[in-house]
Antibody
């Protein structure tokens, strides 16, 4: 059964850093593109970042230069390095698979809270 | 960025009655490969979203056939033929035709 399990969320002060991980199983991880999508408390879904199977990346404007997506195909794991965190980055972060310009599988999410 | 606008934002429905949600995009979602990349998701309270429909009208595995998607270019609709209690939650449309992917604001379906 295909599964995505995020980890690494928590409480961090503004300006701090976190690294999120997403362990994938049941997929040929290296063959697919992967996204991070976030959802602030009580709000809607927002696309954050994408990594292609070839390693190329894309980011939404508000996180460019602060968040870095990466992948380890040998470990079937997706990462999101989050630096210079802001209060507005507070959200549940979901790891999701890109499936032909759509998103199919979602993880359970990991909560990042940025607060002093 | 492509702006996705859903309506209504709140949808009270009686059990067994139909429901309809519309989604408009600020640009055409018809891609150069001939496909239209519009998906619908359902998020129950406290759960991760689940995709229902992709490429406008294709069901995901396990999605009841009371759900249907239609539309083209910039106007799309998700219809539920007979609402059941498990259908409560928030519905989102999402476009993947142009970067960045963007979502609608969400439509909250509740039972009257």
């Amino acid at each position: 059964e295909a599964q995505l399990v995020e980890s690494g969320g928590g409480l961090v002060q503004p300006g701090g850093s976190l690294r999120l991980s997403c362990a994938a199983s049941g997929f040929t991880f290296s063959s697919w593109g992967w996204h991070w999508v976030r959802q602030a408390p009580g709000k809607g879904l927002v696309w954050v970042s994408y990594i292609h199977p070839d390693g190329s990346t894309r980011y939404t404007d508000s996180v460019t230069g602060r968040l870095t997506i990466s992948r380890d195909n040998a470990r079937s794991t997706l990462y999101l390095q989050m630096n210079s965190l802001r209060v507005e980055d507070t959200a549940v972060y979901y790891c999701v698979r890109d499936f032909f310009s759509s998103i199919d599988y979602w993880g359970q999410g990991t909560l990042v809270t940025v607060s002093s | 960025d492509v702006v996705m606008t859903q309506s209504p934002l709140s949808l009270p429905v009686t059990l067994g009655q139909p429901a309809s949600i519309s989604c408009r995009s600020s640009q055409s979602l018809l891609y150069s490969d001939g496909n239209t990349y519009l998906s619908w998701f359902h998020q129950r309270p406290g759960q991760s979203p689940r995709r229902l429909i992709y490429q406008v009208s294709n069901w995901d595995s396990g999605v009841p056939d009371r759900f249907s998607g239609s539309g083209s270019a910039t106007y799309f609709t998700l219809e539920i033929s007979r609402v059941e209690a498990e259908d409560v939650g928030v519905y989102y449309c999402m476009q993947g035709a142009r970067w960045p992917y963007t979502f609608g604001q969400g439509t909250k379906l509740e039972i009257k």
